[in-house]
Every structure is written in C-alpha cells, then in structure tokens.
C-alpha cells in the first residue's frame, strides 16, 4: 500500500528501513524490545508501529541508553495511562506537547530513567499516544528542561513538581471556596485570573522574603521552608 501507516514489511524489509541488520532485529525480537508480529503462515509482517519502535532504540543506543535500559523505559511506555486520561481533564489555558520518545530523551538530556518516566506518568504530566508522548504542558515543559540545564536533577524536578501540585490544589480549593460563596457558578471561570494574580503576587512577595534573608551574613535556608 502507498500510506506509510498501512504498509507492512517483512523481516528483511523492515531491517532495511529501520538501518539494522536482521539478525540485530531478531536479537531485539528476542529482548522483547518489539511486540509480535502478525503472522500468515510462516511470514511475519510488521507495520509502522515496530518500524518506530526501531527507530526510537537506535535513537536511544546513540544517546548512550543500554538496551537493558530501553527495554524498561518501553516497558513504562506501554503501561503508561493513555492521553485520552491524561489528568481527567482537557487543559484550558495549557498547551500539550507532542514527543518521540527520542525527542523526550534529547529534551531531558539523559536523565530519561524509568523511575523518572514512571513518575511523570504518575503525576499526569506524560501520557502516551500510539508511538508518541503527549506533555500536558508547554510551560511546564520548558520550565522543567530549564531546570535540569541549570544542573538540577529531573528527579528533583519531579519532586518538587509533586509537593507544589499538593499547594496548587488547596489555593484552588480556597479561591473557589471563597468566590462560590459570593459569586454565582457561571463567573468563576472569568475570575479564574484575579486567583492567578494574588498567587504570582504572594509568590513573588514571598521570594523577596527569602531571599532577603539568604542574603544577610551568616544567614541559612530555612529548612521549613
């Protein structure tokens, strides 16, 4: 067939595609790295689906991933929730970002663990769609990448991303809490900002505070902070 997402392939085929020798695609055949195959008779064809997948784990190969290691990772992909679940809701104001598995691996600059995967996964900041992971959000995204090149671990990252969802729920339970009890339900979508701008503004006051004092002589982190 002509559409690239309806071809099949045979063995040979399929290694020619993907850049490999057949004996290195039975070999990941044989780790698990690629689901079956449909079989007619003795033929077995593969679809674009294992030609990706090959692709990807040469992808990784290159960034230094070890095959034990990619074979985790897939293991996380294919257990990972679907988009169609991603947190429960249809962001509003965020936008998702599509990844290959190699992009996500290049934008996180080796720190991709299956650990680290399984925890994104956890907090619904990734979910899978078909051979793609879908990032719930842009800003997020581009902060966390931030991060780590500033030579802060993704585990961190991830840390810190779990204890600020934890504040992040009880401010929006106060906001709403607070403006259902004097505003009709229809608004409270509309004033959904002014909950953003007393946030950024006690945020903002808040750092003023602490860093003010990290920066007077002798002074330590508040470790209660």
Known sequence: MDDQGEREYRTAELAKAAGITVRTLRFYR??????PPRREGRI??????????LRTITALLERGHTLGGITELMNAFEEGQDVGSLLGVTPTEETPVRLSPEELADAFAGEVTTENFAEALKLGYLATDGDEIVHISRRLLDVSVALIREGVPLAAV???G???????EALATLFLDT???????????RLRPLAKSV???????AMDRHLAALREPGAKPDEDA
């Open 30 to 35: 044989e780790r698990k790295l690629l689901p």
């Open 44 to 53: 077995a064809w593969y679809d674009h689906h294992h030609l990706a997948r």
């Open 158 to 160: 991830l840390e810190a």
């Open 162 to 168: 779990s204890r600020v969802r934890v504040h992040a």
């Open 179 to 189: 403006m259902a009890t004097h505003a009709p339900a229809a608004d409270l979508d």
């Open 199 to 205: 946030v950024e503004a006690e945020l903002s006051l």
